[in-house]
């Protein structure tokens, strides 16, 4: 079993940056990778982000070069800087782990991220 608890999220205006947290706990050991996801309203859930546990990093056309995705592997936490944020990047934003074995997923609670014009 692994648990995953997110926290950074806020109201912040357009131009503005939060770092979101993903504390991870539990059997991390079979995880091979972490990924940021968000649900905007009224929208899809969509993939963000993702760092493979060898240090492998993607992202979504619509956050390159604006989100960073990082690890503190002593932490056992992965972070989402956000930065030159956007109204349309309000969401709630979740954080997910897949097993590298059974592939099965695990996810946090979610954070809420308000982008305000």
């Known amino acids: 079993q692994v648990q995953l608890v997110e926290s950074g999220g806020g109201l912040v205006q357009a131009g503005g940056s939060l770092r979101l947290s993903c504390a991870l706990s539990?059997?991390?050991?079979?995880?091979?990778?972490i990924n940021w996801h968000r649900q905007g309203p009224g929208k899809q859930r969509e993939l963000v982000a993702t760092i493979t546990t060898g240090g492998s990093t993607g992202y979504a056309d619509s956050v390159k070069g604006r989100f960073t995705i990082s690890r503190d592997n002593a932490k056992n936490t992965v972070y989402l800087q956000m930065s030159n944020l956007k109204p349309e990047d309000t969401a709630v934003y979740y954080c997910?782990?897949?097993?590298?074995?059974?592939?099965?997923?695990?996810w946090g609670q979610g954070t809420q991220v308000t982008v305000s014009s």
């Open positions: 539990g059997i991390i050991g079979s995880i091979s990778q």
């Open positions: 997910r782990a897949q097993a590298r074995v059974t592939l099965r997923e695990y």
